[in-house]
């Protein structure tokens, strides 16, 4: 979080945020972020807005927010965009380090290794619902246009 709110101000935007502890913080998250007069919601990657992905997708879109989301599910179920790593390329890392392991490595030994794929999507979709226009470059670059 501390990197988004160091870039806010450069990029001319503020930002709201709010805690979800679990799925039953849902409703009231979205509560707060009504009455915050917020113009999009950035969910955070994370095993909870995993979970309730489709939910979060479901009440951005009541609210008429876009919502940029890590999991393409989200997206699929009515978020507007979606940058998130790999997880196919990640489990395919994960595996290589297995093998190591496997083969005699010391887990402690095997260095850390972040994504190195990562992949976008767009919901045109919800683009249309909220009267969004997406660059056509932008089209262009997404790993899947959902329409």
Not at 69 to 81: H, Q
């Amino acid at each position: 979080m501390m990197s988004l709110e160091a870039a806010a101000p450069e990029l001319g935007v503020s930002l709201v945020s709010v805690d979800m502890k679990s799925a039953d913080d849902l409703e009231s998250a979205f509560a707060k972020i009504k009455n915050s007069d917020v113009g999009a919601v950035l969910e955070i990657a994370g095993a909870l807005t995993f979970t309730v992905g489709p939910e979060t997708a479901d009440h951005a879109l009541g609210a008429h927010l876009p919502l940029s989301s890590a999991f393409r599910e989200t997206v699929m179920a009515g978020g507007l965009v979606s940058l998130g790593p790999d997880f196919a390329a990640m489990i395919r890392q994960a595996a290589a380090q297995i093998d190591k392991i496997i083969k005699g490595a010391k887990p402690a030994d095997i260095p850390v290794e972040q994504p190195t794929k990562y992949d976008l999507y767009i919901n045109l979709k919800t683009a249309r619902l909220l009267n969004l226009t997406i660059p056509p470059t932008l089209l262009a670059r997404a790993d899947e246009v959902i329409e």
